[in-house]
Each structure stands twice: as C-alpha cells, then as structure tokens.
C-alpha cells in the first residue's frame, strides 16, 4: 500500500516561493505512475494544481501554469511542487496524491500553507 | 471544460437511513470518468468509487454509484456513524485542468 507524505514550511511570505516536497512509500515513484498536487482552501474548493509521470513527463492547470514547477526526484522517491509569486490565495491545504484510473487513489494526510507576512 | 454541481448543500439524514447524492455536469461527460470521494474533518479525501460503478479497494457494498450523460448519483444504502462526512465528485478531463471537482455535499447526522 502505497503511502504519501508532504513536507515543507507552513508559512511564506507574500511574493514569495512556496516549495512542499512529497515523500512515497511503499512503491517506487517511477514506475509507470502519475503523481498529482491538489489543495483545498474554503474559498475555492478542491483544486487540481498539476502531475508529474516519473519520467519527469507533467501538465500543469492552466490557471497556475505560468507560477508552478513539478518535478521528480527518483533516487529519493519523492517529488515536488513550487509555486511563486504566493499571494493571500494561495493559502491552502496542500495535498500529494497518486494518479489511478481516472481518479486518485492514494491520497496524503495534507500540508496546511499559510501565506503571510 | 465541465463544470460539476452537486446537491444538496447539505443532507440531514439518521444512521440507518438511505442516502441519496446528486453530482451535474454542464455538458454530457463520459461515465467513465467519474469519481466520488468521502472526507471526514481534519483528514484527506478518501477515494470511494470510480469511473462512475466502480467501489475502491476496502469500499463497503453499502456505497454505489450510477448515473450517465449529465447526471450522476452516489448511494449510501444504509447509513452508519463513520459515513457522515463531506463527499465530494470529480470528473477527469480530456486536456488540463485534468480533475475538477464538484463543491461539496455535506452529509450531517439529523
């Protein structure tokens, strides 16, 4: 069973970088899988943010796509998400999940991020 | 893109009773790419079924799901204390943004 785990500071300040990594256990990230980022914030709900394949293959939403970067690291099994220029909005609960069929199946238990100065 | 609208807001319902939740596309969609979620406070969303029928791995058979074209349903036969929750649908897209998500039923004990 296959397990995630985010990590990375609670806090950033405006305009700043937020960077979370995730950590998978339990199988390799490699291997034929998707990986997305989602977040949940009160205002909008449950978002979809991108996925990564562990070729380094991704897709990104198009309404973040000019401020996010997803990438793998394989040898750590883990991978990552950065978003810049972080405003007020993009406070969330960020969450790692593993793609299944047409859904996602594999969820982790979720990183509060504050942006705040 | 589809956007999904769920109902009710919220459903009031006693452990034991059948509970019926709706989930609308704007425009017709593939039954097999629809998902239902259940999150509890505090905790991830937990995947219970997809690609419209389809209970996950350790789903009870007291959830199902139905439904084609705009409409679709998720069913909780007989209600139990650990099923009130939020539940949430989604729908996988052809072109990014790859999964949206409905807003969100809330199911409260009455």
């Known amino acids: 069973q296959v397990q995630l785990q985010e990590s990375g500071p609670g806090v950033v300040k405006p305009s700043g970088t937020l960077s979370l990594t995730c950590d998978v256990s339990g199988g390799s990230i490699s291997i034929s899988n998707w990986w997305s980022w989602i977040r949940q914030s009160p205002g909008k709900g449950l978002e979809w943010i991108g996925e990564i394949h562990g070729s380094g293959r991704t897709s990104y939403n198009p309404s973040l796509k000019s401020r996010v970067t997803i990438s793998v690291d394989n040898s750590k099994n883990q991978f990552s998400l950065e978003l810049t220029s972080v405003t007020a909005a993009d406070t969330a609960v960020y969450y790692c999940?593993?793609?299944?069929?047409?859904?996602?199946?594999?969820w982790g238990q979720g990183k509060l991020v504050t942006v705040s100065s | 893109e589809s956007v999904l609208t769920q109902s009710p807001g919220t459903l009031s319902l006693s452990p034991g009773e059948r509970a019926t939740l709706s989930c609308r596309a704007s425009q017709s969609v593939n039954s097999n790419y629809l998902a239902w979620y259940q999150q509890k406070p505090g905790q991830a969303p937990r995947l219970l079924i997809y690609a419209a029928f389809t209970r996950a791995i350790g789903i009870p058979d007291r959830f199902s799901g139905s439904g084609s074209g705009t409409d679709f349903t998720l069913t909780i036969s007989r209600l139990e204390s650990e099923d009130f929750a939020v539940y949430y649908c989604?729908?996988?897209?052809?072109?990014?943004?790859?999964?949206?998500f409905g807003q969100g039923t809330k199911l409260e004990i009455k």
């Open positions: 999940t593993r793609n299944g069929q047409v859904s996602l199946d594999s």
């Open positions: 989604q729908l996988y897209g052809s072109s990014p943004p790859l999964y949206t």
